[in-house]
């Protein structure tokens, strides 16, 4: 298996680049997100890969992070997802904004995506259910908004309506502040 290209970014063709490493060319496709983030043709690159073995051809697929390459093997696990509806996935939502839509289980934005109708989204939804945790951004793992968000749990809203109430909270609030605010934001919702 190849992990990993370190050379020489030799052309530029989305989805498509063509890298060079120790005087061999590879052929890798990147999702969007990956292709926006690389340097100039001529520049040094590092991709992290996934050589998708078939019948009739080899693929490389290249990403820019590790968390990108992660939620591209989980995605092309699900039965019906190939390696280019999850290319387009990961071109269309950043890792963390797929983590976001399965936790809030929101098949609209999923639908967004060019290629994936609202069966696709809901298969997706449920397959990665869980599966993408640590992908969400730190800030709604840990900390104060954590213990809101837990709070407003408790008090018996859903878990959309509660993620959504605390996604709006300033940094660095307190815990009872931040209940006050985001029950506050609840009420006018």
């Known amino acids: 298996m190849i992990g990993r290209l370190c050379g020489k970014?030799?052309?530029?063709?989305?989805?498509?680049?063509?890298?060079?490493?120790?005087?061999?060319?590879?052929?890798i496709d990147v999702p969007m997100s990956t292709f926006y983030h690389l340097p100039a043709t001529g520049d040094a690159v590092t991709?992290?890969?996934h050589l998708l073995v078939r019948e009739d051809a080899h693929v490389l697929y290249g990403f820019a992070t590790?968390?990108?390459?992660?939620?591209?093997?989980?995605l092309i696990r699900i039965s019906g997802v190939g390696a280019r509806t999850a290319l387009s996935v990961l071109s269309g939502l950043s890792v963390a904004d797929l983590a976001q839509a399965v936790t809030l289980q929101d098949t609209a934005r999923l639908t967004k995506?060019?290629?994936i109708?609202?069966?696709?989204a809901e298969r997706l939804l449920l397959e990665l259910k869980g599966?993408?945790?640590?992908?969400?951004?730190?800030e709604a793992k840990t900390g104060p908004g954590n213990d809101v968000l837990n709070a407003l749990l408790g008090l018996g809203?859903?878990?959309?309506?509660?993620?959504?109430?605390?996604?709006?909270?300033?940094?660095?609030?307190?815990?009872?502040e931040g209940i006050r605010a985001a029950l506050k934001s609840l009420a006018k919702g």
């Open 9 to 27: 970014l030799v052309a530029k063709n989305p989805p498509q680049v063509l890298l060079e490493v120790a005087g061999v060319g590879y052929e």
């Open 47 to 49: 991709l992290h890969t």
């Open 66 to 74: 590790l968390e990108e390459r992660s939620a591209f093997r989980k």
């Open 113 to 115: 995506v060019p290629g």
């Open 117 to 120: 109708g609202k069966k696709t």
């Open 131 to 138: 599966k993408l945790a640590d992908a969400l951004p730190a």
């Open 157 to 176: 809203y859903s878990e959309k309506e509660a993620l959504n109430a605390v996604k709006g909270l300033p940094a660095g609030l307190a815990v009872t």
